[in-house]
């Protein structure tokens, strides 16, 4: 991690913690301190065993997957990233996200997509309890998708060499797919998490800016997608490294972020989503 500019924004810190796995049973308190805004992100080295890195990186690496993949940015130059599962995001082929319909029937391919990739493995409950060892042990897992199953836990994303992740924040709550969350949980915020399962050889960082979503008058291009040149020059940011294993939560709910684009031969390999706490603060809800 590295903090290129000092930041002047003394309201919106630019805070990381960079832990081993093996320490953070000492630090229960920090998906609180994301969520309330006291800590900008957490980056937990070695969250993901090696044996569980090795499977995805050989089926997300290779072509066995085939059909199972999707191009939900197709289109988009240089943004066409490649995903096993729909995220409650906006993309590129469908502006308002995926609609309810869609969502729910991707997730109920979850179980079958990890098991196509993982084998008997137990990935998600390797998530959860990394997650729920950063909220003091309370339980962690997706939640009920109302109507019928749940939501995906995550999903699955490949970006090819010059491919990237334009600059934006994730708190889209205002989705339809979102009128099948819970109402016990608490939507005044929004906190990413994702597993590295390849980094590239270059490039593929994940850039956190000092400016929120909700502030006024971002930086914005006549496309209406936010100036990243004018973010770059302007505000303050951090640069954010991950290598095979890493996980990283941080609160893309209120930074607008970014991934910059892949160099080298071989693609960047993550999975993952985002999480937040019930209103009662009694269990952490995380989903793709
Ligand atoms: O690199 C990824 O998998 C996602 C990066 C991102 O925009 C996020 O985690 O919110
Ligand atoms: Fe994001």
Redesign the pocket.
Known sequence: MSAEKPTDRPDHPLTFLDLDVEQIGAHPDLIERMFDAQLTGVIVRRAFPETLVKAAVAAMGGDALGERWDSPNKGMPGGEIRTIGDAATPTFTAMRGPSPERYAASAGRHADNTRAIFGDARPTAAIAEVLSTLYAGRPAGPPDFEGGGRWAPYNY?ALDPGVQ?YT?H?NHYGLSVYAHMPKALDRSGLL?W?VTVQAPEAGGE?VVYDLWGSDPNPPMLPTRFLDTAALERDWGKATITLGAGDLIVFD?GRHV?R?RPVEGARPRL?L?GFLTLDVDRTRLAFWS
Request: glycine letters at 8%; hydrophobic letters at 40%; zero cysteines.
């Open positions: 994303r992740i934006h994730d990413s994702f994940l893309a972020h991934v993550t993952g």
